[in-house]
């Protein structure tokens, strides 16, 4: 095993650990929260579940590079122009981009993404290189209909 392989290996038992540890403290501290709002005879609420909690900076960060590790993507996925919007654009979303029954992103699975997303921008695309291509046509046609003029 080379040793790339090796600090990937590395860096994702790092990561399950790490996930593991922070999903028990997470179940601890719900089933606390539970069991504070029952004993008063409330029903807990979802808002104050740690889904909807604000995570800091370095939580943020540090679940991008459990994500970005765990699928094995490119470092420079994170300076892509169109992935920085996504993200941008799904903070500003907020929670109406969570399914607050399920706690859970409605961010597009894969099957939604390749059989509806991806074609309905694929479609757009194609519509926007038909418009420039017609006009290039248009101005062509014009340039060629002056050029038969001055002859």
């Not at 995570?55 to 991008?64: A, F, L």
């Not at 420079?76 to 992103?105: C, H, N």
């Amino acid at each position: 095993m080379d040793r790339h392989a090796e600090v990937l290996l590395m860096i994702h038992s790092r990561a399950a650990e790490a996930s593991r540890v922070e999903s028990l403290s997470a179940k601890r501290s719900q089933g606390k929260q539970y069991a504070s709002s029952t004993s008063s005879d409330h029903q807990p609420n979802l808002l104050d579940s740690p889904v909807f909690m604000r995570p800091n900076v370095e939580q943020v960060n540090e679940q991008w590079a459990r994500a970005l590790v765990r699928k094995g993507l490119a470092m420079d996925l994170v300076d892509d122009k169109e992935f920085r919007k996504a993200v941008l654009m799904t903070a500003r979303a907020g929670l109406s981009y969570v399914d607050g029954q399920k706690a859970d992103p409605v961010l597009p699975r894969r099957t939604k993404m390749s059989t509806v997303c991806i074609p309905e921008l694929d479609k757009k695309v194609e519509a926007q290189v038909a418009k420039k291509i017609d006009g290039i046509i248009s101005e062509t046609g014009k340039l060629l209909e002056f050029a038969s003029q001055l002859t």
